[in-house]
C-alpha cells in the first residue's frame, strides 16, 4: 500500500533506502516526477529529485511535497561517480570548514 | 474544562525544551542541524520584516 | 509533527543510526532550500495553479515560502508568501 500518509508515516530509516536510488514518485493528480532521490525531509517527508545534465555540472531538481507524495517506486541504484555527484550536490564549497564547525568531536 | 484555581503550570523555557528535543532527534548532530535551522529561519524572519510579504492566494487553495 | 520512534526493543545502537538518518538527510534538505535562494522556482499548486517566482526563505517548519517577484495568472506581486500546503511540488535548475 502506497497512500500519501502510508509514505509521510515511514521512518527514516525507511527513507534512506531510497537515497541515490533512481525513482519515480507519483504525486497528487497522477502527476510523474523522476530523477535521483538525493533526500527526504524527515520533519516533512518531502522528497528531494535530481535530474543530473552533463559532467560539467547543471542538473534540474524538484521536491515533490511529502503531502502530495502517493507512491515512490525505485527504479534503479547510482554508480559511486553519481553518488558522489548526489552527495556533494548542494554542499557550499568555500564555506565548508565553517559551517561544518561548532561540534565537539 | 476543568478549571484547577490559580495554579498556573510551571514555566517552562521553550529553548530549552526544543533542544532537548533536538537531542532526542539528531543525536550528535543535533547543534549543527539546529544552526542551520537558526541561519534559515533568521533569513525568512528578516525578508519578511523588509518585504512584508502577504499571501497569495489570498484565500488557501486547499482548506 | 515528527513521527516518534517507540518501537519496543529499540536500542541505543539503532537510535543512533535512526539519528544519524534523520540528520544525513535534514542536513541534505536544509542545504538544498539555502541553494534556492535568490533562484528562479516554478511551483506546481493544487487546482492545477502554476506560478514562477524568485525564491527568498523559507521557515524551518516548511510552512510558508517567502518570495519576489511571483508571476501570478493575473498579474506580478512583487512580495509573497505562499502556503506550502497549496503546493504539490516545485523545481528549478542548478
Not at chain 2, 521553550?14 to 543525536?27: S, W
Not at chain 3, 538518518?21 to 499548486?45: P, V
Amino acid at each position: 500500500m502506497n497512500t500519501t500518509s502510508a509514505w509521510r508515516q515511514r521512518t527514516p530509516r525507511d527513507w534512506e533506502r531510497y537515497v541515490n536510488k533512481q525513482v519515480h514518485v507519483t504525486a497528487h493528480g497522477q502527476q510523474q516526477h523522476r530523477g535521483w532521490l538525493h533526500t527526504v525531509d524527515p520533519v516533512t517527508a518531502s522528497v528531494v529529485l535530481v535530474r543530473l545534465g552533463d559532467a560539467a555540472g547543471g542538473c534540474s531538481v524538484s521536491v515533490v511535497m511529502g503531502h502530495a507524495v502517493e507512491q515512490v517506486e525505485v527504479v534503479g541504484e547510482a554508480d559511486e561517480e553519481t553518488a558522489m555527484r548526489l552527495s556533494s550536490l548542494f554542499r557550499p564549497k568555500e564555506r565548508e570548514a565553517r559551517a561544518g564547525g561548532g561540534g565537539g568531536e | 474544562g476543568a478549571w484547577l484555581g490559580s495554579a498556573a503550570p510551571p514555566h517552562e523555557r521553550p529553548g530549552a525544551r526544543r533542544g532537548a528535543e533536538m537531542k532526542k532527534l539528531y543525536g550528535n548532530d543535533a547543534a549543527k542541524i539546529q544552526a542551520m535551522e537558526a541561519a534559515l529561519q533568521l533569513n525568512f524572519d528578516r525578508n519578511c520584516d523588509r518585504k512584508q510579504p502577504k499571501y497569495w492566494p489570498v484565500i488557501p487553495l486547499r482548506l | 509533527s515528527i513521527s516518534a520512534c517507540n518501537e519496543p526493543g529499540t536500542d541505543a545502537g539503532s537510535l543512533q543510526t535512526e539519528q544519524h538518518a534523520r540528520s544525513m538527510m535534514r542536513e541534505r534538505f536544509l542545504r538544498c532550500l539555502l541553494s534556492m535562494a535568490n533562484k528562479q522556482i516554478q511551483f506546481d499548486m493544487y487546482e492545477r495553479v502554476k506560478v514562477n517566482a524568485t525564491f527568498g526563505a523559507s521557515d524551518i517548519d516548511v510552512l510558508n515560502f517567502q518570495v519576489s517577484d511571483l508571476q501570478t495568472p493575473i498579474g506580478v506581486q512583487s512580495e509573497a508568501l505562499i502556503r506550502c500546503q497549496d503546493v504539490i511540488s516545485y523545481s528549478f535548475d542548478m
